[in-house]
């Protein structure tokens, strides 16, 4: 199958406005007759599933957790972007667009992000209206700051809780639907398979996480929205619920998945403390506009951050990138930390933390206006810690956020099945190999409230879709193979936790497919994942039953994706020989230690499709053009 | 960040479909880094009963972080806890001492019910959102964000109420096992907001039928809530429900 990515002709300004025009209109009175899935309720499924409600579908909503309102979107902190140049500080649509891509480090579709850049100024007027508190100037004006990566202000934010706010601007949107009788939600349930009639995707098996019954649903189109797959890391700063599984089924069932090896390490997190630690926590990098980086010029130096003097430390990333400072964007900041650490110069108990100093802002601008700015971040700090950041600098370490890779899409985010769409997080399309801050939130809603419902419409109206019913062979076989893993899980009894396994494929993971990646260790990960992976299969111990709710049991389904998912991340990995964005391979460097691109050969989507299971997988390419932005060196100086 | 460890007794209500009026079980929980979390000690008592061949603790948890608002359980008396502001997965073992019995309950009310073990079922919090805790836009065609201003103190004060979490610590420790609270809460983010002012008779009057009708007791002025509320909502959000229904009931 070729790639075909359906970006419309034209000036890329005007390629969503004539691709809108030229797509296919579902008649209102018809949109009744179309039942659509969508699978997950962050910012991208509650946004899509309420949008399309709203315009007549009927929908079918499922998300993992109790409540649709608890998806992971929540705990986004900083803000999200929109080029509204309220601050009237040079942004336009333009600029967010080059920004973008170039911060994507030119591994992304200009398309689909000129899109989005289009896009961003509806979001904030639609959160607007739905009565989002974003912060307000005493005018009564949206207030905005700026955000790692860029020099302008375009950074809209509610505190240090815009995605819970934004999030839960969308759960209103979906639960007034709920009440309408448009939308019904499937709390508690987890997706473990898509099913296909006549090569399309015709609808889904879940497992119920209370009864553990294995349950079909049938529809005339799926939308997944169901997140990224940061915790093949096992520590990472996702939710403990956050997994590769339904993403990862599909791909078994014919959706390619592109660029698996793009994961964003963030920057500014609370560093690891412990063995029997669960999860890293993010601290907004928000927090770089006015906390300055810096570790102790000699390496070795133990004081304490107080009893080192000023002309003893070292700025490292304002001496480095003067025009940037600390503001450069996340994969240069993580990779700068952990050049710092290695160099023996990491701060705290690990040596595993630079300070991130927030006295001069302090001094500056007085307590009073840095807590306004950060107070929660402050407290979460401290509750964690039992350390106070406004006496003492806060320690910080990267940490694995965000997936920038993910299923492929094409411009009407569809995947390589028919009816198979992905949203936010779960797909590939806009962040290239490195997502700037405050822009995921903005993509998760683009993709919900405003490109799905014109493009699944499109699809509908120019697709004939025979009546399947969830009572089809096609369910039933696929339920019996979800009942024979389940089964087999639960038949091993052996002796290592499901947790304790997922410890050994992060910490596999981490080392070798981390923040810095090298072909020997590479290849040494995909030794040791299969090793680990056919242990697993036979040493797990998952106890409990299988009709009842069984949390052992449902991670043992995710860790056993997450264990085949590696090896693909690590073969994409060592398949694209060059350096972008995020994926750093020691082996491609410039002179100064960032990332080198190589354009020729590199400048393209690695998409992979699924063989088997004893077979390798095959690689597809898009290749990118870029006719606006001119490809570049990336240089924060 | 200087770490020990510390040994407890815990006590942990234990209910499945076996033991359906469910119990108290005893666990020793034994070199626990104070650095610990409340859930990352549940964590590894949970690996030493799987290796023990006991099915481990259900609880409900996701972000960790203290924003989802999934997790949650009374321990000694205390929903999430004796800490002010704390979610139960941002309560960590510093607060705890070498030597103490520690007990864990899930939340109590007739309008949660016990999925398993300290899992409940809270799907009633959504039943009242349902009810009007929105305002009736559809996607597209909002005016621009700025038409639309909002005094600066007005929008500190919906976002104060917005920041609950909906974790129901509140019903938990109200002893009529009353949602006022988080009622009041929404009711009040909305109606402090121009955007809100449209719908807010409606909103008022549909919610508080809501809640009355799912089985959630009423506030007799104990601010219990108030006390546990993780998020530190103020029961003035629950005057600000009564005066907004009030105004809606008599207009």
């Not at chain 1, 500080?89 to 689909?112: C, H, M, P």
């Not at chain 1, 411009?411 to 779960?426: H, K, P, Q, R, V």
């Not at chain 2, 770490?3 to 469910?22: D, E, F, M």
């Amino acid at each position: 199958m070729t790639l075909e990515s359906k970006i419309p002709s034209g000036p890329v300004h005007e390629k969503w406005d004539r691709h809108r025009f030229e797509l296919k209109l579902v008649n209102p009175a018809n949109k009744k007759k179309f039942d659509i899935i969508v699978v997950g309720t962050g910012l991208a499924g509650a946004s899509a599933a309420a949008t399309l409600a709203e315009l007549g579908y009927n929908v079918k909503n499922f998300c993992i957790q109790d409540s649709p309102r608890r998806a992971h979107s929540i705990a986004a902190q900083g803000g999200i972007n929109a080029a509204k140049n309220y601050a009237n500080d040079g942004d336009s649509i333009w600029r967010l667009f080059y920004d973008t891509v170039k911060g994507g480090d030119f591994r992304a579709r200009e398309a689909n992000v000129y899109r989005l850049a289009q896009l961003s100024v509806n979001i904030i007027d639609q959160c607007v209206a739905q009565g989002v508190p974003f912060a307000r100037e005493y005018g009564g004006l949206l207030d905005n700051r700026s955000f790692g990566g860029a020099q302008v202000s375009r950074t809209f934010y509610a505190k240090g809780q815009t995605g819970q706010q934004l999030l839960l601007g969308a759960y209103s949107a979906l639960m007034r639907q709920v009440s309408a009788g448009k939308v019904e939600i499937f709390p508690r349930r987890e997706m473990l398979d898509v099913v296909l009639a006549d090569g399309r995707a015709r609808g889904i098996v879940t497992r119920n996480l209370v009864t553990g019954e294995l349950e079909s649903y049938s529809a005339h189109a799926v939308v997944l929205a169901t997140g990224g797959y940061g915790n093949v890391y096992f520590l990472s700063t996702n939710a403990m619920s956050s997994n590769v599984s339904a993403s990862y089924r599909c791909y078994k069932k014919g959706a390619y998945f592109a660029n698996p090896c793009f994961t964003q390490i963030h920057p500014t997190c609370i560093p690891v403390h412990g063995t029997y630690q669960s999860k890293l926590t993010l601290m907004s990098e928000s927090l770089r506009n006015d906390g300055r980086v810096w570790v102790p010029k000699e390496a070795g130096d133990k004081r304490p951050p107080e009893q080192i003097p000023e002309s003893e430390r070292d700025y490292y990333l304002e001496r480095k990138y003067p025009s940037f400072g600390n503001l450069v964007p996340r994969d240069v900041a993580s990779r700068n930390a952990k050049d710092q650490c290695d160099q023996g110069k990491g701060v705290g108990e690990t040596g595993l933390a630079v300070y991130l100093d927030f006295a001069d802002a302090i001094a500056r601008d007085g307590r009073e206006a840095i807590a306004a700015k950060y107070g929660n971040l402050f407290e979460m700090y401290e509750k964690i810690t039992g350390e106070d950041p406004y006496v003492t600098p806060m320690k910080i370490y990267p940490a694995v956020h965000y997936t920038m890779g993910g299923l492929w899409v094409d411009y009407n985010l569809m995947t390589t099945i028919d009816g198979l769409f992905a949203l936010g997080e779960s797909n590939f399309s806009d962040h290239g190999s490195n997502r700037l801050g405050a822009s995921a939130l903005m993509q998760g809603l683009a993709d919900g409230y405003f490109i799905i419902p014109y493009t699944i419409g499109g699809y509908l109206a120019g697709t004939r879709l025979p009546d399947v019913d969830a009572s089809a062979p096609q369910f039933k076989e696929a339920e019996a193979k979800i009942r024979e893993q389940v089964d087999r899980l639960l038949s091993i009894r052996g002796k290592r936790t499901v947790m304790d396994f997922h410890r050994s494929l992060g910490k596999i993971m981490w080392d070798h497919c981390g923040i810095a990646r090298d072909e020997q260790g590479l290849e040494k990960a995909r030794q040791m994942i299969a090793e680990l992976r056919e242990e697993f299969w036979e040493n797990v111990n998952v106890p409990g039953d299988a009709a009842d709710f069984n949390q052992a049991l449902e991670n043992a389904g995710r860790v056993a994706d997450f264990m085949e998912f590696g090896e693909l991340m690590v073969k994409d990995a060592l398949d694209r020989k060059e350096s972008c964005g995020c994926h750093f391979n020691t082996a491609y460097q410039t002179e100064d230690h960032e990332a080198l691109r190589d354009d020729e050969n590199y400048c393209n989507v690695s998409a992979w499709e699924y063989t088997g299971p004893d077979s390798d997988p095959v690689l597809h390419t898009e290749p990118l053009t870029f006719e606006n932005v001119e490809l570049t060196q990336r240089s924060y100086k | 960040m200087s770490s020990k460890t510390i040994n407890l007794t815990l006590k942990v209500w234990r209910q499945n479909r076996k033991n359906p009026a469910g119990d108290l079980e005893t666990y020793q929980a034994n070199d626990i880094s104070t650095d610990m979390s409340f859930l990352e000690m549940i964590d590894v008592v949970n690996e030493q009963l799987t290796e023990q061949g006991i099915e481990p603790i259900a609880f409900d948890h996701d972000c960790r972080e203290g924003i989802c608002g999934m997790c949650g359980a009374v321990v000694n008396g205390r929903a999430h806890g004796h800490m002010p502001e704390t979610t139960l997965c941002q309560l960590h073992m510093r607060h705890f001492k070498d030597g103490n019995t520690i007990v864990i309950e899930p939340w109590r009310a007739t309008a949660f019910p016990v999925v398993k073990d300290l899992v409940v079922d809270r799907g009633a919090l959504d039943k009242i959102i349902q009810a009007g805790g929105y305002i009736s836009v559809n996607a597209g065609g909002a005016q621009d964000g700025n038409t639309i201003p909002v005094p600066k103190e007005n929008a500190e004060k919906a976002f104060n109420a917005a920041a609950c979490i909906g974790c129901g610590a509140c019903v938990a420790a109200c002893p009529n096992a009353s949602a006022m609270l988080f009622t009041g809460a929404k009711i009040s983010h909305l109606a402090l907001l121009p955007q809100g002012k449209p719908g807010a008779k409606r909103r008022a009057l549909s919610m508080v039928r809501a809640m009355d009708e799912l089985g959630f007791g009423n506030c007799s002025n104990e601010a219990e809530c108030e006390a546990e509320c993780p998020k530190g909502i103020s029961i003035t959000e629950i005057a600000r429900m009564n005066r907004e229904f009030i105004k809606a009931a008599f207009s």
